[in-house]
Every structure is written in structure tokens, then in C-alpha cells.
């Protein structure tokens, strides 16, 4: 630390500005998913986790929802059942760096309804998430900003 704060005080204001936005983008970069993610994804490796309901009076059981999750333990397909069958699904794709990059929710009879596509912060929180049309064609986009307020 001593070292680094020799080089800042014989540095120009400008390049010390410079200086410490390249050292937090080296540093925010090499950031990974956090432990615990990690953990539960390493848990979850080739699982189907399938959710009954029961009625109480006729005993009746049907499947409420299936979620299932890839050889690197991330979900990759969500579907919700009702008792007449499929009331919606949704599929997840997941980018270079580890986060889900587009998702594709699908209808009763399994036609795509919404895709969303995301980009992400270097600090793994969401930067923008862009709505399109099954069709292809852009709705709208949500841009996520980060408010810390002193206590």
C-alpha cells in the first residue's frame, strides 16, 4: 500500500485519475460469482425438481411446477403447471461470464411470449435488460440504477 501511495503523490492529478480507473476495472473484471453461488450451483448439477399439489378431499395430485438445472448446476428451464396442464415455461441462457444473458417465456401451448435480453455490471448487478417482441422486434428497455443512501 506505502508503494502505491508513493507512486499517487508523484503522478499529476490526471493520471492519477486515470491510474485508479484502470486499477478498478482490473480489479471489478476479475470478479467472479460469489462463493455461496458457486456452492449452490455445485449442489444443483443435473437436477429436476418437480413440485406436487394434492387435494385434500379427492387425494388427486398434479404437477405444479418442474424446474431443471444444467451439468453446471444452473437453471436452464422453468414450466408451471395448473391441473388441465402446461400454464407457462420459461428457458435461460447464460453468458460468458456465468449470468443469465436472455431468458424466453413461452404460453400455455409453448409459443414464445416475451424475450428478455440482459447486460451486466462488472459488480454482477444488472446494468440493462432489453424486452422484445416474439417477433424479434424491441419494446422497451430497463436500465437498473444503484442508489446507497447513508442511514
Known amino acids: 500500500m506505502e508503494t502505491i501511495m508513493r507512486i499517487l503523490q508523484g503522478m499529476k492529478p490526471a493520471a492519477v485519475s486515470i491510474f485508479l480507473a484502470l486499477l478498478c476495472g482490473f480489479t471489478m473484471s476479475a470478479q ?6 458457486l456452492a449452490k450451483r455445485d449442489a444443483r ?14 387425494r388427486t395430485r398434479w404437477l405444479d411446477r418442474q424446474t431443471t438445472y444444467d451439468s453446471q448446476g444452473r437453471k436452464v428451464e422453468e414450466i408451471e403447471y395448473a391441473s388441465y396442464g402446461q400454464k407457462w415455461r420459461e428457458t435461460l441462457e447464460y453468458g460468458e461470464n456465468g449470468r443469465v444473458s436472455k431468458e424466453v417465456e413461452y404460453d400455455d401451448r409453448n409459443k414464445p411470449v416475451r424475450i428478455r435480453k440482459y447486460e451486466w455490471n462488472a ?19 430497463k436500465v437498473f440504477e444503484y442508489v446507497f443512501t447513508e442511514p
Open 45 to 58: 448439477r443435473n437436477l429436476v425438481v418437480k413440485e406436487w399439489n394434492t387435494d385434500a378431499r379427492t
Open 123 to 141: 459488480d454482477g448487478t444488472k446494468k440493462k435488460q432489453y424486452n422484445y417482441a416474439p417477433n424479434g422486434k424491441l419494446q422497451s428497455v
Open 32 to 37: 467472479e460469482l460469489d462463493p455461496a453461488t
